[in-house]
């Protein structure tokens, strides 16, 4: 899907429409055979929970999936990011969550190679729901950690 060339209105729409997507119907939302790392990690400002499992082969995400409850935001971003983790070098990996972590930051874009993670960005504008679109990533970062030791 083209996120580029929309009206900030529509895209506000798009963006939104992303984020269901994901919360109604989250990829890789289930353990993975053999997992290399587990992070659990919680919310409890918003009450979001999430473990996120990795497989980490010869420096490379095999897999990717999470498994939790909490509110659209936070299931919506660990779904993406499964996506957007799986079939990356470790090194690859570390860089798109550094990128992420970045955007949530308020760090000036483009974010054109986070793809439809972009549709997070808005989110960067409410302090409050940072945590919640940053936790899985926290949790990743800390697997990566386990799985290349
Ligand atoms: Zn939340």
Excluded at 83 to 96: D, N, R, Y
Excluded at 104 to 121: D, F, S
Aim: hydrophobic fraction near 40%; charged fraction near 20%; glycine fraction near 8%.
């Amino acid at each position: 899907m083209s996120l580029e060339g929309q009206h900030p209105v529509q895209l506000n729409e798009l963006y939104r429409q992303v984020i269901m997507d994901h919360y109604a119907r989250p990829r890789n939302k289930q353990p993975i055979a053999d997992p290399t790392a587990a992070v659990h990690l919680m919310n409890p400002t918003c009450g979001d929970e999430i473990t996120v499992q990795l497989r980490v082969e010869e420096g490379k995400v095999t897999g990717a999936s999470f498994q939790g409850r909490g509110c659209s935001i936070s299931q919506a971003s660990a779904s993406m990011m499964t996506v957007m983790l799986t079939g990356k070098t470790v090194a690859e990996a570390e860089t798109a969550i550094r990128k992420f972590l970045g955007m949530m930051k308020g760090e000036p874009g483009p974010h054109k190679e986070l793809g439809e993670l972009q549709a997070l960005q808005g989110v960067a504008r409410y302090p409050v729901r940072i945590k919640c679109a940053t936790l899985a990533w926290h949790a990743a970062e800390q697997g990566l950690q386990q799985a290349t030791v």
